[in-house]
Nanobody
Framework: QVQLEESGGGLVQAGGSLRLSCAAS????????MGWFRRAPGKEREFVAA????????YYGDSVKGRFTFSRDNAKSTVYLQMGSLKPEDTAVYYC???????????????????WGQGTQVTVSS
């Protein structure tokens, strides 16, 4: 069982930065691949970024490539999403997720993840 708790969301102006954190409980955190997804009002859940269980591979959605960076600290059982050059279209609820996954296709599919956090709101004003 893994429990996830996101933090770090808030209101920021366009062009600004935010860092989201996702703290995980459980003794096997290092075995899990982690992902970030977001859902904007009236839109489907969108893949943002993922990192595999050992941190060796990172994947990003096309809309955030070059602006967002995903990292993990297994010693702290925490993952981070550093978001820069934020745009109003980045406004959404951001969720972190955990799963025993490998491979790019699996890490980009929300239905492949077993555990989810409650989400944190990110609002980017123009």
């Amino acid at each position: 069982q893994v429990q996830l708790e996101e933090s770090g969301g808030g209101l920021v102006q366009a062009g600004g930065s935010l860092r989201l954190s996702c703290a995980a409980s459980g003794h096997t955190f290092s075995s899990y691949s982690m992902g970030w997804f977001r859902r904007a009002p009236g839109k489907e859940r969108e893949f943002v970024a993922a990192v595999n269980w050992n941190g060796g591979s990172e994947y990003y959605g096309d809309s955030v490539k070059g602006r967002f960076t995903f990292s993990r600290d297994n010693a702290k059982s925490t993952v981070y999403l550093q978001m820069g050059s934020l745009k109003p279209e980045d406004t959404a609820v951001y969720y972190c997720a955990a799963g025993l996954l490998t491979g790019e296709r699996a890490l980009m599919r929300p239905n492949a993840y077993k555990y989810w956090g409650q989400g944190t709101q990110v609002t980017v004003s123009s």
